[in-house]
C-alpha cells in the first residue's frame, strides 16, 4: 500500500472498486466465492458456465485459496484494464459486453442505469449521464470499450 504516483491514480478509484466488489461479495465476508460470482452474473442476464465461472476465479484469484479478496479483485480491475495481462483482456470484454445491453459495442446511460439498479444501485439516469461523461472522451454520450478500460483502470490519459 505505498503511495507511489504511479498507482496513487488508481487508488484514487478504491471506493468505486470497494463498492462493486460489496455487489459481488453478497454475504459481505470480504470474499467472492464462485457461487456469488454465477449469482451475480445471473442478476446481470448472463447465462456463464460454472466452467467460464471457475476460469475467471483462476485467473483472479492469485494466492489461489479458492476466494476473490478485494485486494485480487482490485488488482484485476487495475492490471487488465492497463492491459498488462492480455489473459485478464477476455473478463474485462465480458465484463463490457454485459453492460452493452443492446450489443452495439456502446454503453449509454440507461444501460449503465438498468445494470446498476439491478446491482442494487440507487442511482438515476443523471448520475449514470454524469460517470460516462467523466470517461467519454471522443465526447459520443456513450463509453465504447477503449473508454471502458480507462474507467476500470481509473486511468485519465488517452
Given amino acids: ?3 507511489e504516483n504511479k498507482s496513487s491514480a488508481y487508488l484514487t478509484n478504491i471506493d468505486e472498486v470497494k ?3 460489496s455487489r459481488f461479495d453478497v454475504n459481505g465476508d470480504g470474499k467472492i466465492t464462485a457461487v456469488e460470482l454465477v449469482d451475480v452474473m445471473k442478476a446481470l442476464g448472463s447465462d ?3 466452467d467460464e465461472v471457475n476460469r475467471i476465479m483462476a485467473d483472479i484469484d492469485t494466492d489461489c485459496d479458492g476466494f476473490i479478496n478485494l485486494e485480487e479483485f482490485a488488482g484485476f ?3 487488465n484494464a492497463a492491459g498488462e495481462d492480455d489473459g485478464g483482456m477476455t473478463e474485462l470484454h465480458d465484463a ?3 453492460y452493452d445491453l443492446n450489443k452495439n459495442g ?3 446511460a440507461n444501460e449503465l442505469h438498468q445494470i446498476l439498479s439491478r446491482l442494487g444501485e440507487s442511482c438515476t439516469v443523471d448520475d449514470c449521464s454524469n460517470m460516462i461523461k467523466s470517461v467519454d472522451s471522443d465526447g ?3 463509453v465504447n470499450f477503449e473508454e471502458f478500460k480507462k474507467m476500470m483502470s481509473n486511468n485519465p490519459s488517452k
Avoid: N
Wanted: glycine share 10%; proline share 0%.
Fill in 1 to 3: 500500500m505505498a503511495m
Fill in 19 to 21: 463498492q462493486v466488489f
Fill in 48 to 50: 456463464t458456465s460454472l
Fill in 77 to 79: 480491475c487495475k492490471g
Fill in 96 to 98: 463490457f459486453k454485459l
Fill in 106 to 108: 456502446l454503453i449509454s
Fill in 140 to 142: 459520443d454520450g456513450y
